[in-house]
């Protein structure tokens, strides 16, 4: 009988869809805008991403995830029917098997919630994947070998750290430090240095534009707009790339910390892997210029970024939807 399969990474920030055959079919902003009057979800990815910060008393443009878990039920399970219906298009007989990667420290009742928004949402089956293995797996790391690989998964709600080998995770941890927090810091620096409020697009843009994990030799800039504190005047100013690196220094060290704590739990044959290996970073957040050498430098470890940071959670998804039965015994949760 004919299935179809589709496997999303439900990020805090982007959601990513994959469709095997097809290859990456989604990738758009985790955004719902809703009728306050009604609570009806009234636009989903990016168009409700353009109305943040812009709508009016009765429109509520919000982000149903947060660090990396179902904040608003329902809004969530209008997300991903859209992005289901999205992807496979027109009106469909056949209900989807759909794989979502979770962040690995979820709790029982958070991992429920998401498989029941995905069956409401009108899925099939849901299977639950936790985003190390799938990144690792998307980005090519051989899991099922008896070697350590480690992973640094850090996205926009969570960063995940986790040891694999023979195809599980042996020592992880999951911390709430992602590249939402990286922007909330940014805003609380402009604010606190040049008094200043920005809005969370443009500390994005500053991260991501001028944005290092350590200071640059030869430092940039960009001009940024936003609202005078004082006066509450439209104002512009510029900032300094060394303004970023050091707004978002104690996201950084939480990172490190994590990675530390994570290496500390590894059996010392594991460790040896990972000191000859060295450390995959991956997800949005993990493309941060200079992260690399800040982890290499912090922790005695090489560090190097996989190819495809953004989409190796969601392409590992799709491998493990490709090759269901493999997987399915020892990292998948099914209903």
């Known amino acids: 009988m004919f299935v179809k399969k589709i496997g999303i990474d439900l990020g805090t920030v982007n959601t990513l869809v994959y469709v095997p055959k097809k290859g990456i079919a989604i990738n758009e902003p985790s955004v719902v805008a809703v009728s306050v009057q009604d609570g009806k979800a009234l636009a989903v990815g990016s168009e409700a991403s353009n109305m943040l ?4 008393d009765t429109i509520v443009a919000q982000r149903p995830l947060r660090d990396g878990v179902i904040a608003d039920y329902k809004t969530t399970e209008a997300m991903i029917r859209y992005f289901i219906n999205k992807a496979l298009g027109g009106v469909r007989l056949i209900r989807p098997e759909v794989m979502i990667a979770v962040p690995a420290g979820i709790t029982s ?5 998401v498989i029941d928004a995905t069956i409401q949402a009108g899925a099939k089956a849901a299977y639950i994947i936790k985003q190390p293995i799938a990144s690792a797996i ?12 480690m992973i640094i998964e850090i996205g926009g709600g969570t960063s995940e750290i986790a040891v694999i080998s023979l195809g599980g995770i042996v020592a992880s941890t999951s911390v709430r430090i ?39 030799t030869e430092p940039t800039s960009m001009d940024v707009r ?30 490190i910390q994590a990675v530390k704590s994570v ?15 060295g450390m995959v970073l991956s997800g949005g ?5 200079n992260l690399d050498e800040l982890l290499a430098r912090a922790i005695d470890v090489p560090a190097y970024a996989a190819d495809d940071p953004l989409q190796n959670v969601v392409k590992g998804t799709g491998v493990a939807l490709e090759n269901l039965d493999s997987y399915k015994r020892s990292i998948l949760a099914t209903k």
């Open 53 to 56: 910060g812009r709508t009016p």
């Open 109 to 113: 009742t958070e991992r429920r919630a």
């Open 138 to 149: 998307g980005a090519g790391i051989p899991i099922g070998s008896a070697s350590g690989n």
């Open 178 to 216: 992602g590249g939402t927090k990286f922007d909330d810091a940014i805003m609380d620096y402009i604010r606190k240095k040049y008094n200043l409020s920005i809005g969370e697009r443009t500390a994005e843009e500053l991260k991501i534009k001028i944005g290092s994990a350590l200071p640059l």
């Open 226 to 255: 936003g609202r005078d504190a004082i006066s509450g005047l439209p104002r512009t100013i510029t900032v300094m790339s060394d303004d970023v690196t050091e707004a978002i220094q104690d996201q950084l060290s939480g990172i």
């Open 263 to 277: 290496l500390q739990e590894t059996p010392p044959e594991l460790s040896a892997d990972v000191i000859e290996k």
């Open 285 to 289: 957040t993990g493309m941060l210029r």
